[in-house]
């Protein structure tokens, strides 16, 4: 396990090594996808192959910045309000609004 995961490492820096180099990266898969539902995509039968090429299919309130890496808008109107504390039926919670785009 020691030996695969070290591979594994190696494996990221020399990629990692190469995209800071300007080289090129090519990506393939080795089947179709089986389904385009959410629910399977995410569920106990989920593959890799199934949920890589479809995690853009569905929007979500926010993304991370191409260059940066920093959390960004997509489909929110903004950044969310501060967090409030609340008791509801007896459990202690955080509450944030999020305003949607229109």
């Known amino acids: 396990m020691k030996r695969v995961l070290a591979l594994f ?3 990221v820096m020399i990629i990692s090594a190469m995209a800071l ?3 090129v990266v ?3 898969m080795y089947s ?4 385009l539902n959410i629910w399977s995509m995410l569920g106990p039968n989920a593959t890799s192959w199934n949920f890589y090429p479809a995690i853009d299919k569905y ?3 926010y993304g991370l910045s191409d260059v940066t890496n920093q959390l ?6 903004g950044m969310w309000s501060t967090f409030e ?7 202690s919670a955080y509450v ?3 305003k949607l785009l229109k």
Not at 72 to 77: C, M, R
Not at 85 to 91: C, N, Q, S, Y
């Open 9 to 11: 490492l190696v494996a």
């Open 21 to 23: 180099a300007g080289g």
């Open 26 to 28: 090519n990506f393939g």
């Open 32 to 35: 179709d996808i089986t389904s």
């Open 59 to 61: 929007g979500s309130l």
């Open 72 to 77: 960004v808008p997509s489909l929110a109107d």
């Open 85 to 91: 504390a609340t008791t509801v039926e007896g459990t």
């Open 96 to 98: 944030t609004t999020v």
